[in-house]
């Protein structure tokens, strides 16, 4: 079973930087779409990024100019690097790919920004 896990998060100040990690378990990586979704308590979850296997990107209007998705394919590795961070952007950070014909998820990091 693939299993996609993600690190990088915590608490920071307005204004401030994350970067986050997900590292996914499967040798079908590179040819993978990965996407960042988060989820705020009370709020659905919404697409925040995604990355194509020829690295195409796509962001969520609320975090274009701000946030960059990225992979490295030699560490199974896609990043988000998250700056001028806002409240509004509190949540938890999950990485999703479709592997073996299912959708599948990590457990999520979160990410809380302080005033």
């Known amino acids: 079973q693939v299993q996609l896990v993600e690190s990088g998060g915590g608490l920071v100040q307005a204004g401030g930087s994350l970067r986050l990690s997900c590292v996914v378990d499967?040798?079908?990586?590179?040819?993978?779409?990965i996407d960042w979704y988060r989820q705020a308590p009370g709020n659905q979850r919404e697409l925040v990024a995604s990355i194509t296997s020829d690295s195409i990107t796509n962001y969520a209007d609320s975090v274009k100019g701000r946030f960059t998705v990225s992979r490295d394919n030699a560490k199974n590795t896609v990043y988000l690097q998250m700056n001028t961070l806002k409240m509004e952007d509190t949540g938890v950070y999950s990485c999703?790919?479709?592997?073996?014909?299912?959708?599948?998820w990590g457990k999520g990091t979160q990410v809380t920004v302080s005033s």
């Open positions: 499967s040798s079908t990586f590179s040819i993978k779409t």
């Open positions: 999703h790919g479709f592997f073996g014909l299912r959708h599948t």
